[in-house]
């Protein structure tokens, strides 16, 4: 993704993982809008939980999961907002994140969450910024 050098703190995803991920399987656990400030405009914050898949699987037959973590993304300035389908599981296909620069313009994102069951979202962003990157515990999120 050549859009990941203007990805602030995307070096914490990918000290974790080794790379950026594609987020396949990932989940949506929360979104949040804020009609933000004069200065950054509106937000959407977003934690996505994120793992990797092993070939090894459990006592009960399940793949065994490594690396089970929530990513908090923030992005700013957001426009032309297209946001669907949230309910109780929200399973990504891939959160795609492509930075655009269009002639005589400034540069800005595009992000699309792409769904394998759940939320879709389209929109663009000034900023894309990774705030955090910490441990899943599934008992918080119940």
Known sequence: MDALEHIK??????????????FHDAEVLRIVLDRGTS??????????????????????GYFILRNE???SFRFISV???????????????????????EEGGDAHFEVSLNPSYGVSALFR??????????????????
């Open 9 to 22: 703190g995307a070096k914490l995803v990918t000290d974790v993982y080794g790379h950026w991920p594609s």
């Open 69 to 71: 973590k929530v990513v």
């Open 125 to 142: 962003c000034r900023e894309a910024v990774v705030e955090t990157i910490c441990d899943f515990r599934a008992e918080s999120n119940e």
């Open 39 to 60: 200065v950054d405009g509106p937000t959407l914050a977003m934690d996505i939980r994120t793992f990797e898949m092993t070939n090894e699987t459990d006592a009960e």
């Open 79 to 101: 426009t032309e907002l297209e946001l669907g389908d949230f309910n109780l599981q929200n399973v990504l296909f891939d959160l795609r994140i492509d930075r655009v620069c």
